[in-house]
């Protein structure tokens, strides 16, 4: 299995090489030359068997040789082995035909465990095996850093530079990331929004000197091997459902689109899925985007669902490269246009996208709605990015069952959730003492040349 980037210009990498760069040297992101099947008898076998067997075999064409079977069953072991509830995934159901897919059963209580808890495995296997050292470098919203210094501490050929934006995460979210006390975990608080941190990101990644002599790696949704990760409970979910015999929908909540595109590739493996609804808070590019066919930056505004601010969705490239025929220029001179504010999408590529994908939106006043209203109705207690989903979920209700991604416990959103439905959302047993551990972090201007000096000083 190959895999090339989605703007044409950087090399051609395998499954282990793409893991470990993430974004990919021309600026554009990996994606597999070629995307395999599943037979209906295969996805018909799925049905009965473990998260970690179902976890196997939909990720294996995937993976080529980079490792063999038995270690790669290993890895998803150890990778799913801390999750607080056996099936890892499991469906609860909301009201006629409406699912919940609970993906917040990891240690940090976010979906992004899935994915970092798998990738932490994999990198581990890979470079203990070849000796050398990465520097990890990722950009957070809120949910992702602390997964990724969850999966990551304490690891032996890894350091991990967490940026998040000073002030712009919840208690609960900021803690996770601050209270490990490894010495190879780094969170830094810079003083901007998430959109800046990323910035940041990729102008690191764009630096070659800078890149090659910190040995850079990003985990951010943008790395390959993340999205493969939740391509799985795609699959679960739906064949406990009745697929493939039986259509599903799902709406997901959607900031940096990794997690739908996810869904996106699950269905063009062969899982019969209807349609694809993108979920989006305030900040909703993605939703306009789907209206209008033009693609076009606005400011950022603090929501109640904080993990979804953003202002750009950086996997939407991997959308656009197939719906443009997987022409690496095109792509090139839309992510130009940019740079100035906004690009238009063609007739063609938009009627493509409209194939598969529905779009819907929630204000703040609708997500604080959803939580107070989905509470009366079926006892769930759901977190403001779940009542994202939930909200444009019911707006596309069918004959087709439709299942929603709830992408994160209640507790790490309490206040917003105790305001809408009166229920003070607990924390699990295994981080009940959060609000007792020592932070540490460091508040950093948002300035490019002095993130790399510290980094650089950091490693020294
Ligand atoms: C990251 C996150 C999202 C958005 O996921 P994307 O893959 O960026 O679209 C939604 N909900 C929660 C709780 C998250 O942490």
Same mark, same amino acid.
């Given at each position: ?17 793409? +893991?470990?760069? &993430? ?26 068997? #473990? ?8 990720? *294996? ?16 072991? /150890? ?24 993906? !917040? ?9 899935? =994915? ?31 997964? @990724?210094?969850?999966?990551? /501490?304490?690891? #032996? ?9 000073? &002030? ?17 975990? $780094? ?6 929004? !998430?959109?800046?941190?990323?910035? =940041?990101?990729?102008? +690191? ?11 850079? =790696? ?31 929908? !799902? ?10 595109? @996810?869904?996106?590739?699950? *269905?063009?493996? &062969? ?15 993605? $939703? ?8 076009? /930056? ?9 993990? +979804? ?32 504010? #906004? ?13 598969? !994908? ?32 939930? /909200? ?11 299942? #929603? ?13 105790? @305001? ?39 490693? =020294?």
């Amino acid at each position: 299995m190959r895999y090339i980037s989605t703007r044409g210009q950087a090399p051609v990498l395998n499954f282990e090489e793409a +893991m470990l760069t &993430g974004l990919a040297s021309d600026g554009g992101l990996y994606v597999p030359e070629t995307i395999p099947t599943l037979s209906e008898a295969e996805i018909a076998g799925l049905a009965g068997l #473990s998260y970690e067997e179902a976890a196997f075999l939909v990720m *294996k064409p995937f993976i080529g040789d980079t490792f063999t079977d038995a270690e790669f069953k290993e890895i998803i072991a /150890k990778a799913y082995v801390g999750f607080k509830h056996d099936a890892r995934a499991p469906l609860v159901q909301l009201g006629p035909n409406h699912f919940l897919l609970e993906l !917040f059963h990891g240690p940090t209580l976010a979906f992004k465990d899935f =994915a970092m808890q798998l990738i932490g495995q994999l990198f581990q296997a890979a470079l203990s095996r070849s000796g050398k050292r990465v520097t990890i470098v990722g950009a957070t919203s809120g949910d992702t850093g602390s997964a @990724a210094i969850e999966a990551f /501490k304490g690891l #032996s050929n890894v350091d991990v530079f967490i940026l998040f934006p000073h &002030g712009r995460v919840s208690d609960v979210q900021r803690r996770q990331m601050t209270t490990p006390s490894e010495a190879n975990v $780094h969170a830094l608080a810079v003083e901007g929004d !998430f959109d800046d941190c990323q910035a =940041a990101l990729k102008e +690191m990644f764009a630096d070659h000197d800078f890149r090659e002599g910190v040995k850079l =790696a990003a985990v951010n949704s943008i790395n390959w091997a993340r999205v493969l990760a939740q391509v799985v409970y795609y699959f679960t979910s739906a064949v406990s459902l009745g697929a493939p015999h039986r259509k599903v929908s !799902f709406t997901v909540p959607t900031g940096n689109f990794g997690d739908i595109f @996810a869904g996106y590739i699950a *269905k063009r493996m &062969g899982l019969p899925i209807d349609k694809l609804v993108i979920a989006t808070n305030q900040n909703d590019i993605l $939703h306009r985007t789907m209206v209008t066919g033009a693609y076009t /930056k606005e400011g950022v505004t603090p929501s109640i669902s904080p993990s +979804m601010d953003i202002q750009v969705s950086s996997n939407f490239e991997r959308a656009l490269f197939d719906v443009y025929d997987r022409e690496g220029a095109a792509i090139t001179q839309l992510m130009d246009e940019l740079k100035s504010g #906004s690009f238009a999408i063609s007739q063609g590529a938009m009627d493509r996208l409209r194939e598969t !994908f529905a779009s819907g939106r929630a204000s703040e006043n609708e997500t604080m709605a959803t939580i107070t209203d989905m509470y009366a109705r079926s006892g769930e207690v759901l977190c403001p990015h779940t009542a994202v989903a939930v /909200k444009v979920g019911e707006e596309n209700l069918s004959e087709v069952p439709m299942i #929603s991604l709830s992408t994160a416990h209640p507790a790490k959103f309490p206040a917003a959730v105790e @305001a809408a439905c009166g229920v003070h959302p607990a924390l699990p047993p295994h981080m009940a003492d959060l609000f007792e551990r020592d932070e540490r972090f460091t508040v950093v201007p948002n300035d490019l040349e002095g993130l790399k000096t510290l980094i650089r000083e950091r490693l =020294a």
